[in-house]
């Protein structure tokens, strides 16, 4: 879990951690404030999209595919010893979510279904959809003619409906709680004659079952009337709710079955801080249970749904329009993993390497690393952002399961292996009591490390043995070589002018410029490649108070994740951490095969000098394949103020006609800048633009880039590239730190260029560190994330 608080000044500062949110009142006036299926609506200055948890996660697996029912009350069993990871509200039977994934148990079925007189078919050509319903009959019955129509428009037999018997006397009595507990229902189908493949099957119902939540979310508006596909699958099902640990073999006497066998069991206790629990977001999801906070997953999810327009599958072909949304509004961290996990998975790539997509370890700085894995960790980071920040997943789809660390290690995994070939992985040892005699290997999850158990195969596959292997399957470094460019190796090119009839001072001032801007703040890091040292305490009034005029980016205080997010410390694990970004379009995420004609371009750190800017504005002339667009972002000073909307709608308007053209990498400009025109704020520029661009569907086709006088300090760059700058020049820093050297105000053993690059290492040190305030690695991650809370304005 990560509790995420704004901080109180641009810069690192103490920060308290807000109560757990378990009081008396929730459980009796849930009603008072707008209460949703999935918790709280918004009210005031609750957002539920500021929840966060953590929790506490394992698994037990025959590695030889054994299945029985042993393998179920042992699972029962370590997630009842997970209980202390859970949360309990002050109703003492409210627990904050609980379940379990198992394997679909085919005699158990087989024979339930025999007794409603349908014959299931042979295991394989049939799937078993677990699905929470709204407890009114109408709209139960409503929602299963549309499954019923959807399968049939897919091609998929319906088969029939199974009530899931339960037994909620273990569950809490209170009014506005028990009216939240959904009709537990199971819809069994069977498999369309042309589908050849079980995997092809797998594919076609998570078509359907997209399909079918899509149409239901559109006949409600996005209200949430209690439905949710809990799982549907040939090979898997999920049980899951808003329980403690104790209450779920209680409650679902499936699981108390002896015909209910299985040969894997991923369990979950979740503990919600500052979350208002509810049964669908309980884990474990349809592919993963989850322990720590993805910091970055604003960033993700838009990026995610940037990529509808460009994205193309041969083994999705037309069917991939149905998909849209991977994942809605209100969703959880690990609801949105698990979608972009199954789309992966579903689109062709094996489990193993989707997780290394979304979860990379740490490489940009691994000397060590072998060359043919460091290629293809290179090549996938244009492919997918990584999904960042503290984890312990663990994963399965049935025929593997498997879990993983964050490259930090920030989550603890431990697992036994056993003499009956039994492994048993949770958050700490000693979860099922095993005697010692039997244990014949015990170890523990290492950052960015991957543990992975095929049960085809009948063994653990080891980290090295399933990276290797994947690296190697195809020649990630003559990929590379045909479509990635190093700004660096780039020839380099006379920067551009500014204009002539507006001084360095009238810039300066109408960039905000300040004598402490200048003197405490750029100077030290010009001198020292260090920003200056000064007090955590701030005692100005807040922007939206001020009566002085204050930039944008003062409204933006940065988050800060705390509490449970151990801090990473970005000098002593510069390992781990990363500035790289890539600029220009983005590759068809479901190339598997390396057919991409597009290139990419990689600046080993984001702030450009103006001759690295010059190079991308005239990288056209040199490399066919990239086209450059500056756009300038001023606008007549005679339209003032009240023209500033209008600029930035045509600023909206002129970039997508741009990506239309076939532009792919878009510089914002304020260079123009001077008493005939006004800058529109950096910031709110780049934020618009690359919003409209996602809106749009075209935001993956280009690369952003700004070119702005206003940024100087790091919290500047910082919101520029949390608002989805890719990388950013800033000229006026540079010519006043310039013109500051010239006139003898910088030390003299300090040429000019040195106090450019030492500029510019100082930035890249603090937004490091921001970034590691937030539990984030890599630049990449943290470009587009909006990991900011925006104080007085609309």
Known sequence: MTEVTPSATNGPAAQTKAPAVKNPSIATGLTRIGRTPTGFAAHGLYDPRNEHDACGVGFI???????????????????????????????????????????????????????????????????????????????????????????????????????????????SKAPDIAASEPVQRQVFLGRGAEIESDDDYERRLYILRKVISGRIHEETKGVDNGFYVVSMSSRTIVYKGMFLAYQVGAYYKDLTDPRFETALILVHQRFSTNTFPSWKLAHPYRMVAHNGEINTLRGNVNWMAARQASVDSELFGNDISKLWPISYEGQSDTACFDN?????????????????????????????????????????????EPWDGPAAVAFTDGRQIGATLDRNGLRPARYIVTDDDRVIMASEAGVLPVPEERIVKKWRLQPGRMLLIDLEKGRIVSDEEIKSEIATRHP????????????????????????????????????????????????????????????????????????????????FKQNFAQVTNPPIDPIREELVMSLVSFIGPRPNIFDLVGNSRRKRLEVRQPILTNGDLEKIRSIGH????????????????????????????????????????GYNIIILSDRQLGPDRIAIPALLATAAVHHHLIRKGLRTSVGLVVESGEPREVHHFCCLAGYGA?????????????????????????????????????????????????????????????????????
């Open 61 to 171: 697996v025959n590695m030889k595919g054994v299945k029985s029912h042993q393998i179920v009350t042992d699972g029962l069993a370590v997630l009842e010893n997970l209980t202390h990871r859970g949360a309990v509200g002050a109703d003492p039977l409210m627990g904050d979510g609980a379940g379990v994934l198992v394997q679909l148990p085919d005699r158990f079925f087989r024979e339930e279904m025999a007794s409603q007189g349908v014959e299931l078919p042979n295991p394989g050509h049939y799937a078993v959809g677990h699905v929470f319903m709204p407890r009114d009959p109408e709209l139960q019955a409503h929602i299963e003619g549309i499954i019923a129509e959807v399968a049939q428009l897919e091609g998929q037999p319906l088969l029939g409906f199974r009530d899931v018997p339960v037994d909620n006397s273990s569950l």
């Open 340 to 384: 972009a996990l199954e789309f992966l998975t579903q689109g062709g790539y094996s489990l193993a390497h989707a997780m290394m997509m979304l979860i990379p370890e740490a490489w940009a700085g691994n000397k060590l690393m072998d060359q043919d894995r460091k290629a293809f960790y290179e090549y996938h980071a244009a492919l997918m």
């Open 476 to 555: 990630y470094k003559s990929w590379l070589a045909n479509t990635q460019l190093i700004l660096e190796d780039l020839k380099p090119v006379e920067p551009r002018a500014l204009r002539r009839d507006v001084s360095l001072l009238d810039r300066q001032q109408a960039f905000g410029f300040t004598q402490e801007d200048t003197k405490l703040l750029m100077s030290p890091m010009a001198t020292t490649g260090q920003e200056a040292v000064g007090s955590m305490g701030t005692d100005t009034p807040i922007s939206a108070m001020s009566d002085r005029s204050k930039l944008l980016y003062t409204y």
């Open 622 to 661: 040199t490399e066919d394949r990239f086209d450059t667009k500056t756009i300038d972002i001023t606008y007549a000073s005679n339209e003032g103020a009240a023209g500033m909307q209008g600029a930035i709608d045509r600023l909206c308007e002129r970039a997508e006609a741009a990506v239309a053209g």
């Open 726 to 794: 890719e990388a950013i020049n800033p000229y006026l820093a540079f010519d006043t730190l310039l013109d500051m050297h010239k006139r003898g105000e910088l030390p003299a053993e300090v040429d000019a260029n040195e106090v450019v690059s030492r500029y510019i290492k100082s930035i890249g040190k603090g937004i490091l560190k921001v970034m590691s305030k937030m539990g984030i690695s890599t630049y990449q991650s943290y470009c587009g994330a909006q990991i900011f809370d925006a104080i007085g304005l609309k």
